[in-house]
T-cell receptor
Framework: DQQVKQNSPSLSVQEGRISILNCDYT??????FLWYKKYPAEGPTFLIS?????DKNEDGRFTVFLNKSAKHLSLHIVPSQPGDSAVYFC?????????FGRGTSLIVHP | EPEVTQTPSHQVTQMGQEVILRCVPI?????FYWYRQILGQKVEFLVS????????KSEIFDDQFSVERPDGSNFTLKIRSTKLEDSAMYFC????????????FGPGTRLTVL
């Protein structure tokens, strides 16, 4: 039962280029979406979120896009930096409990 | 910056033993959560806790699990009789409000059941 899917387990990007991480969901009751970043030996850290009433939210180098009709969201990181190398989890919630995807491991090469 | 802390960082136990995982949420938060992540799998919700009561729990959170806020600062997860499949990272989280308020996660406790 994968209500939140991150189909790419890993992504490798050159420093300075754009990183695009994708996420699909199946439950139309989800109305709030989050991205978390996780470094090894640490817990997930909140990165950015978007409500279903919006289609874009931007915070510095991070932008999240939401396409409700396609049940798809993406996280753009521009420009990518080596310190962005981490596992990125997409999460979606309809109540206050997020349902997480399996994560995408991003590696940014210098 | 305030943070959620968890102890121990790694717990090794024998199958059938009881374990207690401890968490200190952010001090002015009111909502507390436990999640787990089995190696290579997604982060899964276990339970949420508010006003000294469980407010929601998943099907994973069966009778072997219990949570408690024994004092004003600690939030604990007890597994009464551990099974091999309980081996996972257990994350505690807290938030100030429900809904869209951000949940802040602790660094996790790695539980290994032998």
């Amino acid at each position: 039962d994968q209500q939140v899917k991150q189909n790419s387990p890993s992504l490798s990007v050159q420093e300075g280029r754009i990183s695009i991480l994708n996420c699909d969901y199946t439950n139309s009751m989800f109305d709030y979406f989050l991205w978390y970043k996780k470094y090894p030996a640490e817990g997930p850290t909140f990165l950015i979120s978007i409500s279903s009433i919006k289609d874009k939210n931007e915070d510095g180098r991070f932008t999240v896009f939401l396409n409700k009709s396609a049940k798809h969201l993406s996280l753009h990181i521009v420009p990518s930096q080596p310190g962005d190398s981490a596992v990125y989890f997409c999460a979606a919630q309809g109540s206050y409990i997020p349902t997480f995807g399996r994560g995408t491991s991003l590696i940014v090469h210098p | 910056e305030p943070e959620v802390t968890q102890t121990p960082s790694h717990q090794v136990t024998q199958m059938g033993q009881e374990v207690i995982l401890r968490c200190v949420p952010i001090s002015n938060h009111l909502y507390f959560y436990w999640y787990r992540q089995i190696l290579g799998q997604k982060v899964e919700f276990l339970v949420s806790f508010y006003n000294n009561e469980i407010s929601e729990k998943s099907e994973i959170f069966d009778d072997q699990f219990s949570v408690e806020r024994p004092d004003g600062s600690n939030f604990t997860l007890k597994i009464r009789s551990t099974k091999l499949e309980d081996s996972a990272m257990y994350f505690c989280a807290s938030s100030g409000e429900l809904g869209t308020d951000t949940q802040y996660f602790g660094p996790g406790t790695r539980l290994t059941v032998l």
